[in-house]
């Protein structure tokens, strides 16, 4: 049977790989790492007025397991970072990282001894979010943005 004789009766095809990555990009469920007053603002991206529904992430994991993005919201301590490393490593592949705030990316007005300057510093973070706290809908954005990475990278790690 020809291709266009098939392709003339409505089939379709494509590769795995394409179909991995619409499927993974589609449904990016995020792990809250709310540790200040961004949170609230995250909190908000999850409600039904910005309907996160519609891009994949209605449904926030509390279990690292079952998590593909974490959004790291507000400033961090130097104690809590082992323990949100301790969550990242928990996080099955392929994972990405989300630093949602000035706190987050920068340390932002917290220039003390006892908080990270960044959660760079010990995690690798995909997208980061400016603002102090940044809107909902920066987070919509910052989702977009990585379902594009994911859309661009190979999924299927092939044997040579």
Known sequence: MSLDRVMGEGYFTTTVDALTKWGRSNSVWPMPMGLACCAIEMMAFAGP???????????????????????????????????IRRIWDQMPDPKW?????????????????????????????????????PRPESVINA?????????????LKLDS
Not at 143 to 155: A, G, T
């Open 97 to 133: 990282c989300i630093a949602m705030g000035a706190c987050a990316s920068t340390g932002g007005m917290h220039r003390c001894y006892g908080v990270v300057q960044g959660v760079d510093n010990f995690l690798p973070v995909d997208y980061y979010i400016s603002g102090c706290p």
């Open 49 to 83: 007025k910005y309907d996160a529904a519609r891009f994949g992430s209605e449904v926030f994991r509390f279990s690292p397991r079952q998590s593909d993005v974490m959004i790291v919201a507000g400033w961090c301590t130097y104690k809590m970072s082992h323990a």
């Open 143 to 155: 989702i977009l943005k990585i379902q594009d990475k994911i859309k661009e990278q190979q999924s």
